[in-house]
């Protein structure tokens, strides 16, 4: 019922601020050991950028973060051949919400307004098969049997 | 062709109101008892909604639901006064195998970054993180001045680096060096070699070498 990362491809999510740092982490399958250790230096250089920012001072401990409103996301999928891609998610108690197609080439994408905070979903192709994210970093099991990709916002 | 894309984004309003349908007579009655235990009943019925979006027969969901309500019990020891996003966060890192008594030292973790840090300390554990190098990891992570920023970038950046074939003591290594060596370059800027300004942790002048005593 569900297809592995990479059968479909993404096109990308364009997120901005910490969706960025967390979302757009490279995602490599079957790396060899340079390309490995090359992935981990690249990594290593966002992840220790991000923190050299963020490690100015040290806030007290037990005092509360300011969190913003919500943020755009967007998400998309290029599903040649599909007659219809929804995405389903904890954001809208699964319920798959029909994404728009714009072009011929079977790109379908979604922007959704979403709180701060993680979030699971997946997509939906021509309302039978559930279809990971292939673009997302994190996943999470289910306990149905499916992945679903982690989006933290 | 980007304003052909452009006009075809469907903007949505992230709603709880999406989904609402009537939920299936013996899910809707093991959430009843549910109810009468305590735990959040919204992170249940999201769970079995799920479940039947995917297909799966309501009688097939009560083992699964059972047990995330019992990990939501215990989670509920773990923190007491908890709400339902960090009960439910975790819930879902006792899931992933992290353990009670690891969870409950994320209690010294501000408020306002406790669930970014359940959640990533669960990541790290599905991931094959020791608990220990899970949990050094994650409270240091906490400490940031954004600490919910630096516990999304772990979290990727320890799944990016496992996913490329990395084991992940040899990742929890390397995120340590990316702190402390970020944790370096925030002290130079605030203390640069040779000069001693500003202040110290405490409040107090940066004096290192007690000349002025």
Redesign the interface.
Known sequence: ?SSEPGDYLLTHRAPD??MD???R?????S???T??LA??AV??M???????W??????????????AS?V?V?LALKAPGADSVSV?G??????????????EDG?F??????????HEYLFLVDGVE?VVDPQA??L?D???G?SNAIL?V | MKMHLTAAFVILMASSAYGGEPLPAEVASFLDSVSERGVPIDVVELKAREGLAKGVAPQQLRPILERLVEHLEVAQDVHEDADAALLSATASALRSGASASTLRRLGEVQAGARVRATETLGDLVRMNFSERDALRLTLQAAQATDPNAALIGISGAAASLVRSGLPSSTVAKQIDFAMDSAGQMDDDVRAPKGKAYGHDRDGGPADPKGKDK
């Open positions: 019922m601020g910490v740092r967390a979302m982490a490279p995602v490599a399958r790396a060899g050991p390309r490995a992935l981990a990594v290593l966002v992840l220790g950028g991000a923190l050299g963020s490690l100015h001072g040290w806030m007290p401990s037990n005092d509360a973060v300011t969190l919500d755009p967007r389903a904890t954001f809208n108690e699964w319920s798959p919400v029909a994404m728009a197609t714009a072009s790109l994408q979604i922007v959704l307004m979403l709180p701060q905070g993680r559930w970093t994190l999470s289910d306990d149905f499916v933290d």
